[in-house]
């Protein structure tokens, strides 16, 4: 099995993290109208919207086509839908008249989060570290097999947020890339200088002797302490299961 075999999965279903999609993405910049370089190819009309700011002034926005990964969770598409079920049961509506009713309403659910793909030539960093995943907010995508998705890498600096009627799904991601894309999102805002080792063994009273990030998943950092015991310091978070993360319950969601 080739490395695209194993990255993309048939797409089906309603959307989940990790889907590549076709949709706009705009930016607010600022009076110069500065673009990094590495963007220039998504951000294709400049426009200004008068008295866009509170001062009055003009405002203006970048904006234009381009394939975006969802980096919002899978958890995070039916938020609005379980809350409106539990609602409409405590009303008095059996569970199958409810969901119904929560299916029916287009307001639910609307936006999530995304982040461009970028031609890694683009990307004026080192292309070996780039392409390989090293760079702290930059995913490696590797070309699909039809040709619809050319090899990039998610610039998971840049977000956007997305009403879900208003894009086209490309492709769909398997479980492993999932996980992947979950690693570099904590690693871009939740691991980049992560300095907890003295305090750790302050707590637990042992010495750590070594610390390894496992590569099949990545989502956690685990201490080899002294003693030839272990500790995970951030779990893996796990899957939701195939489809969206509904209630099968009345109880309200979190």
């Known amino acids: 099995m080739t490395v695209t075999e194993s990255y993309f999965v048939q797409s089906e279903g309603p959307l989940r993290q990790g889907d590549i999609l076709l949709a706009g993405v705009s930016r607010l910049v600022g009076a110069d109208g500065h673009c990094p370089p590495a963007w220039d190819q998504i951000e294709q009309s400049l ?3 008068e008295s866009g ?14 394939l975006v ?17 539990t609602a ?4 008095g509506l059996d569970a199958a008249e409810a969901e119904r009713l929560a299916e029916e309403d287009r307001t639910l659910d609307r936006t999530f989060v995304a982040s461009p793909l970028l031609d890694p030539a683009d990307v004026d960093l080192d292309q070996g570290n780039l392409r390989a995943g090293r760079v702290v907010g930059y995913l490696p995508v590797p070309a699909s097999s039809d040709g619809l998705v050319p090899e990039t890498v998610v610039d998971l600096s840049y ?3 997305l009403d879900r009627t208003d894009v086209v ?3 769909s991601v398997g479980e492993t890339a999932r996980g992947e894309l979950r690693y570099a999102l904590a690693r871009l805002d939740s691991l980049r200088a ?6 750790v063994e302050d707590v637990i009273g042992r010495s750590i002797v070594n610390v390894e990030v496992p590569t099949r998943n990545p989502i956690l950092l685990r201490f ?3 003693d030839g015991t272990t500790v995970d310091l951030l779990q893996q978070p796990a899957e939701p299961g195939p489809g969206p993360a509904r209630s099968a319950s009345p109880s309200p969601a979190t």
Not at 88 to 91: A, G, P
């Open 47 to 49: 426009v200004t919207i």
């Open 194 to 199: 992560v300095q907890v080792g003295f305090k």
């Open 69 to 85: 990964m969802v980096t919002s969770h899978d958890c995070h598409f039916d938020k609005e839908w379980n809350r409106r079920r």
């Open 159 to 161: 977000r956007c947020t």
């Open 169 to 171: 799904r490309v492709a």
């Open 53 to 66: 700011k509170t001062d009055g002034s003009p405002q203006m926005i970048a904006a234009g086509p381009a």
């Open 88 to 91: 409409l049961i405590k009303s």
């Open 224 to 226: 080899h302490l002294d």
